[in-house]
């Protein structure tokens, strides 16, 4: 990949977009980041890794929370600003890579090269989906649906002016139900093709 390329990939839970994002990331030849970012954070910081994500994407407890003079005493909210810190650094270093979820839409807005994605899904694909994978009843699989979608609306909101899952937020939104997952793929990598290869397009 010579042309910078930054892929952010948001999702609804069950779509399949973690899984999509993973193959935009080997098609082109780019590195991941989801909860590896804390990891890479961890080391640096000299922390345990497994600690950090116990509060990877999770909203701000509000109740427990509070800010006094910019520094706040919500491990949610550090943890939220210390993704948002290294994926800006990774973007003013001009690295090219992929990252799912974390707000990357909105916090890497203005880099060169910015592709931002949101894959959604028809809600029965989704609880199908979401019953084979973790091997759960319907019921069970529409409350986890339930749960995590709020968990990220509720956490992309609180830090985005912009409302997670709105269309109007995102080069690309696209609903995996309707392809499948690998002609999902397709599609998207050559979408993404068209405006790397034109000037005009890149912004």
Same mark, same amino acid.
């Given at each position: 990949m010579q042309k910078r390329l930054i892929l952010t990939v948001s999702r609804e839970f069950g779509s399949g977009g973690h899984v999509i994002a993973? *193959?935009? *990331?080997r098609r082109f030849e780019l590195d991941l980041y989801d909860n590896n970012l804390l990891e890479h954070i961890? =080391?640096?910081?000299?922390v345990g890794g497994d600690v950090l994500k116990r509060y990877d994407e999770r909203p701000k407890n509000r109740l427990f929370s509070r800010t006094v003079r910019g520094y706040s005493n919500s491990i949610q909210e550090n943890v939220a600003n210390m993704q948002f810190d290294y994926l800006k650094k990774l973007a003013r270093d001009g690295k090219s890579f992929v990252v799912v979820g974390r707000c990357s839409e909105t916090i890497l807005k203005g880099y060169e090269g910015l592709v931002s994605i949101f894959v959604l899904g028809d809600r029965e694909v989704k609880r199908e989906r979401i019953m084979r994978l973790y091997r759960l009843s319907a019921e069970e699989a529409e409350h986890m649906m339930a749960r995590k979608d709020w968990e990220r609306k509720s956490y992309h909101n609180y830090y985005c002016k912009g409302k997670w899952g709105d269309s109007?937020? @995102?080069?690309?939104?696209?609903n995996s139900s309707r392809l499948g997952i690998d002609r999902t793929v397709d599609l998207l990598e050559? @979408?993404?093709? *068209?405006?790397? =290869?034109d000037p005009a397009l890149r912004r």
């Open positions: 993973e *193959a935009l *990331a961890a =080391e640096e910081k000299n109007r937020n @995102y080069d690309l939104s696209i050559a @979408y993404v093709r *068209a405006r790397m =290869e």
